[in-house]
């Protein structure tokens, strides 16, 4: 039993933050990046996206109505009025979703007239496509993580947000840094069922979200080792030494590829400098001193030292971030000999 109970929690909290990942990744594909103190408005828009659908389905199936409402405590003088309360949040709450999404961009950006009502009218569609990428993680997610503990596999997510347009690039350069740790890959097309949130999302979004999602998901599949490349998380898993090494190789490339390891639109614009900098373009110190300013919270802050961190690693006399280095090569014996004599040479003629 307590094994059973310990799969269970384990598949539980890696469900939350794919769920997680997978939310961030829908609302940057539909509203862009959002700054880190408009993020209470996300929460509320993922809420109103989950209930939404319920309320619809209560409506159709009376049974599952009073299913749900039998865990909750209603008083007899408003029981007459579920239905019609119902009736409203159908109508109301993608309303809401549209109402909080213009709520989003910065203060100067945000819809107004004709484009508002657009705005909040284009909840309906939102909120059926969050709907359907947090409900469909919360189907995949699990299953991926069984499949990896029958074969007793290790699994792990690593959170990044791929730049529209720059998918293929990220693989390309996910590839080479695997092949660098002498982790062999080839790429194939991933499942048809980790493409879905993003065709769902292509169809509902628009022409501007169509064209942020790839056409096809890929995965880098090795011997004892698979990965699985979602624009908002990278699904690794493997025996646990291979994992191992594909993970420190990974995040070491990810600081230099075309992705975002954070989430906020403060922490990216930061991203943003460190690339710059990596190339000479920047100041270190003054990223420094930014970050040590700001008021990120903890697990953005610590993403963004370490970047730093390998940033200053890379741009150092060393030029790598790479755990070990190579030596240089030692002249060849004879060039010694000859380079000692000349040394003597010198030496004997008073040099």
Do not use: C
């Not at 794919?18 to 940057?28: C, E, G, P, Q, R």
């Not at 945000?110 to 919360?138: D, E, H, K, Q």
């Not at 292509?202 to 090795?222: D, M, N, S």
Request: hydrophobic share 50%; charged share 20%.
């Amino acid at each position: 039993m307590l094994e059973i109970g310990f799969i269970f929690a384990f598949i539980g909290r890696q469900l939350g933050r794919v769920l997680t990942l997978a939310f961030n990744w829908a609302t940057i594909l539909l509203f862009g990046r959002v700054p880190q103190d408009r993020q209470l408005y996300l929460s509320g828009m993922a809420l109103t996206a989950l209930l939404w659908p319920i309320v619809l389905a209560g409506i159709a199936f009376p049974s599952l109505a009073t299913f749900l409402l039998g865990f909750f405590t209603v008083p007899d003088w408003a029981k007459p009025w579920v239905r019609l309360v119902m009736l409203v949040l159908a109508i109301v709450l993608p309303l809401v979703n549209g109402a909080l999404s213009a709520r989003l961009p910065e203060k100067g950006l945000r819809p107004r007239g004709r484009a508002l009502v657009t705005t909040i009218l284009r909840g309906y569609p939102n909120s059926l496509a969050l709907f359907v990428v947090l409900v469909w993680m919360m189907v995949v997610a699990p299953l991926g993580q069984i499949r990896a503990l029958l074969r007793r596999w290790e699994a792990a997510h690593v959170p990044i947000a791929v730049k529209p347009g720059r998918y293929d690039v990220v693989v390309r350069d996910l590839a080479g840094a695997l092949e660098r740790a002498d982790i062999g890959v080839m790429r194939r097309r991933a499942h048809w069922a980790y493409e879905l949130p993003g065709k769902v999302l292509a169809v509902l979004g628009g022409e501007t979200v169509r064209a942020l999602v790839p056409a096809e998901l890929a995965e880098l599949v090795g011997d004892g080792f698979e990965m699985t490349l979602h624009p908002m998380d990278l699904s690794l898993v493997g025996h646990k030494r291979t994992l191992a090494h594909a993970r420190a190789a990974i995040v070491r490339e990810l600081t230099f590829t075309e992705a975002y390891q954070t989430w906020s639109k403060e922490a990216q614009a930061i991203e943003d400098r460190l690339i710059k900098a990596a190339r000479g373009e920047d100041d270190l110190d003054a990223i420094g001193n930014e970050l040590n300013e700001r008021d990120f919270d903890f697990e953005e802050w610590e993403i963004l030292y370490r970047l730093l961190l390998q940033v200053r690693l890379r741009v150092s006399a060393t030029g790598t971030d790479a755990l070990e280095t190579v030596d240089e090569l030692k002249p060849a014996l004879r060039e010694r000999v000859v380079a000692a004599v000349r040394v003597l040479a010198g030496q004997s003629n008073g040099h």
